[in-house]
Structures are given as structure tokens and as C-alpha cells.
């Protein structure tokens, strides 16, 4: 069955440190790919998005994502955190078929001073 | 641009009572429309989704039901209210099924 994993459920980062968010995905052929980011008590905001071509992504608020087929992964990063990215991070994949995006589970991202 | 709406923003209903939530979407035409669930501290639920006017997916049939009887409009509906209903609800659109989704602002639903 698709499935996507992200294996963190909670990851706690310094203010300024870099932050690599993990998410894993099981589907026969490479699939669309999406990152979002969920602020407490609101809906899901796109960050970025791959669908083809170049391997990696730039996204909204100074996000990248890395997509590596070898390793089924498309790996969210930001080199420095500020305070405001503490939030729920979800991945999402979708296959060109008709069924909808798959999420994983989620990641809570904290940022301390 | 296109927007999505949904309301109300917070609700507090008692066991057993009706429940209708309601999701517009405007500045698109045809979307993909979804309702997801999130309980506390646990991810998304896909409840429903619809490619078109009449055409509802289910993908889990419990004690929720939807409908869309307008090209933009995907309401959410109990007839009665489990306590295990509680949680924070959201409208979803997309263009097209395999492509990003985006979300409105979610409900509250408290059910006491």
C-alpha cells in the first residue's frame, strides 16, 4: 500500500541552528511530493512541492526539500530556524492516479533560545 | 485568487445533536473538494472527498456524512453526535486529485 513515514514525531532545534525534517515514501513509481506546515489551530500551508525535474526545491519562508530517489526520501531543511517555524510539519505524496494525497503522520518542529 | 471558507470556526454541541459544517471555495470552478478530521495530538484523517456535484468518496463510514450540492459548496453533516467526534476539521480544494491540496481554517467541533 502508498504509505509516507516521517520518523520524527517531535524534533526540538535552537534558534539559528539548520533543521532537516525526515519523510520517507512507499509507492511503485516516484510520486508527487509535498511539504506543509501547520501553525497551532489553523489549517495546512503549502511550503513546497516536487513533481519532476530538478532534485531539489525552494519553498516559502526560506525552505528546501531534496529528493532522492535511491533513498525515497524528500527530506524538508532550513539552514537557520527562527522561533516562528515552531509548528506541526506534515509530508504528503500523490501518484497520478486518481486517489487523493497520502499524509504522514506529522513532525513537531519546537525552537528554543 | 482563489479562497475557501469554512464556519463556523468553533462549535460546542451536546451528544446527540445535528451537526452541519460548511466549506465554500471561490475563484475556481470544478475543484477536487476534501473534509479531513484531526483529533488531539494525532495527524490528518481523510473523511471525504468529491471530484464533482453528487460524487462523494467516503473513506470512513462512520456517523458522518457528506454532500455537495453546489459546484463549491462540500457540507458536512451528522444526525447525531458521538463524543469520539470531537476534533478539528478541515476543507480542503485541488485542482486536480494528484496535486496540491489547499486548506481552509478549520472548525473546532467540542462535543459535550
Known amino acids: 500500500a502508498q504509505s509516507v513515514t516521517q520518523p520524527d514525531i517531535h524534533i526540538t532545534v535552537s534558534e539559528g541552528a539548520s533543521l532537516e525534517l525526515r519523510c520517507n515514501y512507499s509507492?511503485?513509481?516516484?510520486?508527487?511530493l509535498f511539504w506543509y506546515v501547520q501553525s497551532p489551530g489553523q489549517g495546512l500551508q503549502l511550503l513546497l512541492k516536487?513533481?519532476?525535474?530538478?532534485?531539489l526545491v525552494q519553498g516559502i519562508k526560506g525552505f528546501e526539500a531534496e529528493f532522492k530517489r535511491s533513498q525515497s526520501s524528500f527530506n524538508l531543511r532550513k539552514p537557520s530556524v527562527h522561533w516562528s517555524d515552531a509548528a506541526e510539519y506534515f509530508c504528503?505524496?500523490?501518484?497520478?492516479?486518481?486517489?487523493?494525497?497520502?499524509f504522514g503522520k506529522g513532525t513537531r518542529l519546537s525552537v528554543i533560545a | 485568487s482563489q479562497t475557501i471558507h469554512q464556519w463556523p470556526a468553533t462549535l460546542v454541541q451536546p451528544v446527540g445533536s445535528p451537526l452541519s459544517l460548511e466549506c465554500t471555495v471561490e475563484g475556481t470552478s470544478n475543484p477536487n473538494l476534501y473534509w479531513y478530521r484531526q483529533a488531539a495530538g494525532r495527524g490528518l484523517q481523510l473523511l471525504f472527498y468529491s471530484v464533482g456535484i453528487g460524487q462523494i468518496s467516503s473513506e470512513v463510514p462512520q456517523n458522518l456524512s457528506a454532500s455537495r450540492p453546489q459546484d463549491r459548496q462540500f457540507i458536512l453533516s451528522s444526525k447525531k453526535l458521538l463524543l469520539s467526534d470531537s476534533g478539528f476539521y478541515l476543507c480542503a480544494w485541488s485542482v486536480n486529485t494528484a496535486y496540491e491540496q489547499y486548506f481552509g481554517p478549520g472548525t473546532r467541533l467540542t462535543v459535550t
Open positions: 509507492y511503485g513509481a516516484t510520486p508527487y
Open positions: 516536487y513533481f519532476s525535474g530538478d532534485t
Open positions: 504528503a505524496a500523490a501518484n497520478s492516479g486518481n486517489t487523493p494525497l497520502v
